[in-house]
Antibody, heavy 126, light 109 residues
Framework: QVTLKESGPALVKPTQTLTLACTFS??????????VSWVRQPPGKALEWLGH???????YYTTSLKPRLTISKDTSGNKVVLTMTDVDPVDTATYYC??????????????????WGSGTTVTVSS | EIVLTQSPGTLALSPGERATLSCRAS???????LVWYQQKPGQAPSLLIY???NRATGVPDRFSGSGSGPDFTLTISRLESEDFAVYYC??????????FGQGTKLEIK
């Protein structure tokens, strides 16, 4: 059974650095095609893809936040960490991690996030 | 960056009716790159459809996806009470960022 769970502070002050962890089980991030993505959702708003890390330790980020984001694997092998620097009240959101799969079928590649964590709510306020 | 536009923003229907949700990409994307998610209040999103038309494991067959770049459709053939939720499309185009649409809220009429 694949599970993911986010953890981190509920409240962060503006200009501080936010660090969130995603602890997962039931799959290996060393397996080809396996990735962990981060997605956030401000209150009452749409989902926003933030980035992902893949089995080859390659990282990809959304354009607008790229200078402030870092995604990394923990040495334990079953944890992925999201770091966001210089947070602002607009970064207030529920942050989700999800398993992202790249499935190759013939010459096609299918991408999807099939298992999600329950999310962690982060408020940025002084 | 590819922009996904979902329509309508809100759709009010009754149980038993057919729902048709649209997702339009700002440029061509492969069908294999289009995904639909369902999100119920207070819950994480859940995967419905990947590759534009492939139902995820456990998704009822009243859900179907169709289309090709840039226009895609999610159809729910006969609405049940548990289907009233927000639906998002997402694209995995040639390269990141992998953007979401703004969502369609399906509400009970």
């Amino acid at each position: 059974q694949v599970t993911l769970k986010e953890s981190g502070p509920a409240l962060v002050k503006p200009t501080q650095t936010l660090t969130l962890a995603c602890t997962f089980s039931g799959f290996s991030l060393n397996t080809s095609g396996m990735c962990v993505s981060w997605v956030r959702q401000p209150p009452g708003k749409a989902l926003e893809w933030l980035g992902h890390i893949d089995w080859d330790d390659d990282k990809y980020y959304t354009t607008s936040l790229k200078p402030r984001l870092t995604i990394s694997k923990d040495t334990s092998g079953n944890k992925v960490v999201l770091t966001m620097t210089d947070v602002d009240p607009v970064d207030t959101a529920t942050y989700y991690c999800a398993r992202m799969v790249i499935q190759s079928v013939g010459w096609l590649n299918y991408y999807y996030m099939d298992v999600w964590g329950s999310g962690t709510t982060v408020t940025v306020s002084s | 960056e590819i922009v996904l536009t979902q329509s309508p923003g809100t759709l009010a229907l009754s149980p038993g009716e057919r729902a048709t949700l649209s997702c339009r990409a700002s440029q061509f994307i492969s069908s294999s790159s289009l995904v639909w998610y369902q999100q119920k209040p207070g819950q994480a999103p859940s995967l419905l459809i990947y590759g534009a038309s492939n139902r995820a494991t456990g998704v009822p067959d009243r859900f179907s996806g169709s289309g090709s770049g840039p226009d895609f459709t999610l159809t729910i053939s006969r609405l049940e009470s548990e289907d009233f939720a927000v639906y998002y499309c997402q694209q995995y185009g040639f390269s990141p960022p992998y953007t979401f649409g703004q969502g369609t809220k399906l509400e009970i009429k």
